[in-house]
């Protein structure tokens, strides 16, 4: 199975179509989890088991997905750790767009 970004009741076929994979759980649980842990992140270790966000916690989901981000630039392993910030990038990119709406909500999960 994989987790995923999506918007559960979208207004718009933009929202409809709205889709961005984060990761595969195995990957999730071996790379995006202990960084998560040992960097003491609250949102992006429930991406595993879903949570909703709202533009309203955007600020501080995006600060985690920068520390991240950051983190994962100064580890090694160089071809997994680049799938890594891929994907918080496309995070970081589409994130911000979903939840443009008020009343928007992104699961990921």
């Not at 949102?43 to 989901?61: A, C, H, N, Q, Y």
Request: include cysteine; charge should be negative; glycine fraction near 4%.
């Amino acid at each position: 199975m994989s987790i995923s970004a999506f918007i559960p009741e979208p207004a718009d076929e933009l929202e409809r179509q709205f889709h961005v994979p984060v990761a595969a759980e195995a990957f999730f649980a071996e790379c995006w989890e202990p960084a998560a842990e040992a960097l003491g992140l609250k949102w992006i270790p429930v991406f595993s088991t879903g949570i909703e966000i709202m533009k309203e916690d955007l600020p501080e989901v995006l600060d985690e997905l920068n520390r991240l981000k950051e983190w994962a630039l100064d580890q090694p392993g160089a071809e997994r750790m680049e799938k890594l910030t891929m994907r918080i990038e496309l995070l970081l990119t589409e994130l911000p767009k979903a939840l443009q709406r008020d009343g928007a909500i992104v699961y990921i999960g």
